[in-house]
C-alpha cells in the first residue's frame, strides 16, 4: 500500500489536479467567513468588482490636498451616446474625415469638439431642437473640462440652502477614513447578491451533491458488477438486461423525467444528488462485470471456493482488492459527473430549490436568464464558468494519473 501511494504521489498529473481541486475545496470555506450570508441582498442588480464607499461618510470626512492634477475621468463620464452624437455633428459640420475620429479616444475627441464646434454654425438640416440639444451637450463637456469645485450646501431651518464646504478638485480622502465602505470582490449578481460569497457556497453544495450522487452510483454499479461477474448465468443474464435498459435510454433523459416528476419543491440538493446517483450506475457495473469475470476463475479464487468460503467472503477478499483502483477511480468521474449533471439539470430549470441554497448550475441558469452576458456583467458567469472547469479538470487529471499507476499498459519504467 505504501509503494502504491508513494507512486500515486509522484505522478506529475494526479499532482497537478489534486492541487487545483483542493484549491477550489478551500474555496468552499470563504463563505463562512463572509461578511454577507450566500444569499443576502448587498444591492440590487448587477454591480460591478470593486469597493464601494458610503457617500455621505465621504463627504463628511476630511480631506487633504495633494499636488495632483488627475483632472475628472472622461472616459467614465463621457457616455457612448455622446460620443456618437459628436461624432455625427463633427463629420457633418465640422468638416472632419471620418477617419480622423476615434470615439473610443475620449480625450482626441473632446480636443477636436472643442477646436470645431461652433454654436452659430448653420447646421443646415437640423432641427432647432437638435441644435439646442447639440449646446446643451457643449456646455456639459466644457463643464467637465474645467474641473469646478464642488460646493457642499445645506438646508438651514428655514429651509433655505447655505453653502457649507467648497472642496477643491485637488483634495483627496483616504480611503482609510471613510468608515462606511464594502469592499465586493466579484461584484453582486442579478439579486444584488455578493458573488464571492454566493460562488463559495455554490462550490460547496455542487461539491456535496457530486459526492453524494458519485458514491450512490459507485456502490450500485460494484454491487451489481461483482454480483453478475462472479455468480454469472439466469442472474448476470438479469442485471446485464437491466443494465443495458438503462445504457440504451440515455440517463439524462431519464434524470430530466425524474426530476420534474418530484417537483420543484420537494427538489432539494440531496434529493437531486440521489437522482443523479441512481441513473448514473450502468457504465460503472458493465467494467466491474467484465474485469470481475476474469478474475472468478483464478487459482486464488477457486481455492477459496474449495474451502468452503461463502461467496460474500470470496468476492470482498479474493476479488474485491483487485478492482478496488478501478473503484476508486470510477468514484472520482462519478463525482465529476455528478456535477456536471447538476449545472444541466439546472440550465433547463430542474436543479435544486432556489429559495436556501444555490449550486454552480443555479448560477449559470440566473446569469443567462438576466441577460448577464448581452449587459457586459461578467463576473456574474465568467467564475462559476471556471469553477465548473477547474473541478471537472483537476478530477479527470487526477482520474488520468491514477490510470498511469495502475494500468500496466500506460505505467511509466
Not at 438646508?155 to 468608515?179: A, H, M, Q, T, Y
Not at 459526492?211 to 454469472?232: C, D, E, R
Not at 457495473?285 to 479464487?301: A, G, K, M, Y
Not at 439539470?345 to 448581452?374: C, D, E, Y
Request: net charge negative.
Amino acid at each position: 500500500m505504501k509503494r502504491v501511494i508513494k507512486n500515486i504521489l509522484k505522478t506529475p498529473k494526479f499532482l497537478v489536479g489534486l492541487t487545483i481541486f483542493l484549491l477550489t475545496f478551500l474555496l468552499s470555506f470563504y463563505y463562512m467567513f463572509s461578511s454577507f450570508d450566500a444569499m443576502e441582498l448587498v444591492g440590487s442588480g448587477f454591480h460591478e468588482p470593486g469597493t464601494y464607499y458610503n457617500v455621505t461618510d465621504v463627504i463628511n470626512t476630511e480631506g487633504e490636498v495633494l499636488n495632483y492634477e488627475g483632472g475628472t475621468n472622461i472616459d467614465k463620464l463621457l457616455p457612448a451616446e455622446d460620443r456618437e452624437s459628436m461624432k455625427e455633428w463633427l463629420i457633418s459640420f465640422g468638416g472632419v474625415a471620418e477617419a480622423d475620429i476615434d470615439v473610443n479616444d475620449a480625450a482626441g475627441l473632446l480636443n477636436i469638439w472643442t477646436e470645431k464646434y461652433d454654436s452659430s454654425n448653420p447646421q443646415k438640416g437640423l432641427l432647432a431642437a437638435e441644435k439646442r440639444a447639440y449646446t446643451r451637450m457643449d456646455q456639459r463637456i466644457r463643464g467637465l473640462l474645467e474641473n469646478p469645485e464642488v460646493i457642499i450646501a445645506q438646508r438651514s431651518d428655514e429651509g433655505v440652502l447655505e453653502e457649507k464646504e467648497v472642496i477643491s478638485p485637488n483634495e483627496f480622502v483616504w480611503d482609510g477614513d471613510v468608515g462606511n465602505k464594502v469592499t465586493l470582490p466579484l461584484g453582486t449578481d442579478n439579486f444584488g447578491a455578493d458573488m464571492l460569497t454566493k460562488l463559495s457556497s455554490a462550490v460547496s453544495v455542487s461539491l456535496r451533491i457530486g459526492f453524494i450522487a458519485g458514491l450512490i452510483a459507485t456502490m450500485i454499479g460494484i454491487v451489481l458488477g461483482l454480483t453478475a461477474g462472479y455468480m454469472g448465468g439466469i442472474i448476470d443474464n438479469f442485471i446485464t438486461f437491466i443494465t443495458n435498459i438503462f445504457t440504451v435510454i440515455p440517463s439524462f433523459i431519464i434524470l430530466i423525467l425524474i426530476a420534474n416528476s418530484i417537483g420543484q419543491a420537494a427538489r432539494g440538493p440531496e434529493v437531486v444528488a440521489i437522482i443523479i446517483g441512481l441513473t448514473s450506475w450502468p457504465w460503472t457495473c458493465r467494467s466491474v462485470r467484465s474485469q470481475v469475470i476474469s478474475l472468478r476463475n483464478r487459482e486464488h479464487v477457486n481455492l477459496s471456493k474449495l474451502s468452503g468460503h461463502s461467496m460474500p467472503k470470496i468476492i470482498v477478499r479474493d476479488i474485491l482488492p483487485y478492482v478496488a483502483s478501478y473503484v476508486v477511480m470510477a468514484l472520482i468521474l462519478q463525482i465529476s459527473s455528478g456535477i456536471l449533471a447538476e449545472a444541466q439539470l439546472s440550465m433547463l430549470g430542474l436543479g435544486p430549490s432556489t429559495s436556501n441554497v444555490t449550486t454552480l448550475g443555479l448560477m449559470m441558469q440566473w446569469a443567462t436568464k438576466f441577460s448577464a452576458h448581452t449587459l457586459g456583467a461578467w463576473w456574474a458567469f465568467v467564475p462559476v464558468i471556471l469553477a465548473i472547469t477547474f473541478i471537472s479538470f483537476s478530477l479527470n487529471l487526477m482520474n488520468t494519473g491514477l490510470d498511469q499507476v495502475f494500468n500496466p499498459q500506460l505505467r511509466d519504467n
